[in-house]
């Protein structure tokens, strides 16, 4: 039932946000989830209300994957991983390390 709710959410926001008819929405999402056959309807309607997908040339393009992509780059950096915030106050004992904040 759940899935037959996300499907009109899904239909009516590509018509409401793309101004896709029914009938291409259905071919749009169709050829979508063959592409992209481990999610649902109920994950692509989150996707569309989050902006994660857009429409290019009568197809769906996920955005999520350049998202996380994106964002390992910038945590990355040129040279690593950079942390930047050292308040932590490290104290060893025999057997472990305790973080204390």
Known sequence: MENIKAKEKVLA???MRFKVTPKDSLEITKEWFNNNGDYDWIFLETCLRNHLVR???????NLYDEHIIKLVNDMRG???IEIKDR???LTTYNQCLA???
């Open 87 to 89: 308040k932590y106050r």
């Open 99 to 101: 973080l204390l904040n």
């Open 55 to 61: 429409l290019e040339n009568n197809k769906l393009i």
């Open 78 to 80: 040129n040279e690593g």
């Open 13 to 15: 926001l590509l018509l």
